[in-house]
């Protein structure tokens, strides 16, 4: 169970949930959801270079504006995640089998017996 500061990402993964199955119109999620991966992939890399660009922002607006647009990247990605049939818990699972394992040894892990990538291009 969430702690209750979480209990809005879990009514918005509900949310995104019901859209991703409804698709009622004039809702900007389900126009993501009708673009699939790519447009939805689009504005999660926006959402990102917002983001980068927002941290690097000086004082208390700065800051504010960063946690704006964490918000941003965060919804952009749960509506991915409901496109995709993904629920947040499935994610927060992922995270809870990965605590206390060095996030080096699990990248090694993932790279033995498959595709491997240089370091340069998977950083």
Do not use: C
Not at 10 to 28: D, F, I, N, V
Not at 43 to 61: D, F, M, N, Q, V
Not at 79 to 107: H, I, N, P, Y
């Amino acid at each position: 169970m969430m702690s209750p500061s979480l209990d809005s990402l879990t009514r918005l993964m509900q949310t995104l949930q019901a859209r991703a199955e409804q698709r009622p119109a004039g809702s900007y999620t389900t126009k993501l959801m009708e673009g699939g991966a790519p447009k939805i992939g689009s504005k999660i890399r926006e959402e990102a270079e917002e983001l980068i660009e927002a941290a690097a922002e000086p004082g208390t607006e700065g800051r504010e504006h960063f946690i704006y647009e964490a918000g941003d990247l965060i919804y952009h990605t749960m509506v991915l995640l409901a496109w995709r049939g993904v629920d947040l818990q499935e994610v927060a699972d992922e995270l809870a089998r990965r605590e206390g394992t060095s996030g080096l040894v699990e990248k090694a892990g993932r790279n033995v017996g498959g595709d491997s990538v240089s370091s340069s291009e998977s950083e």
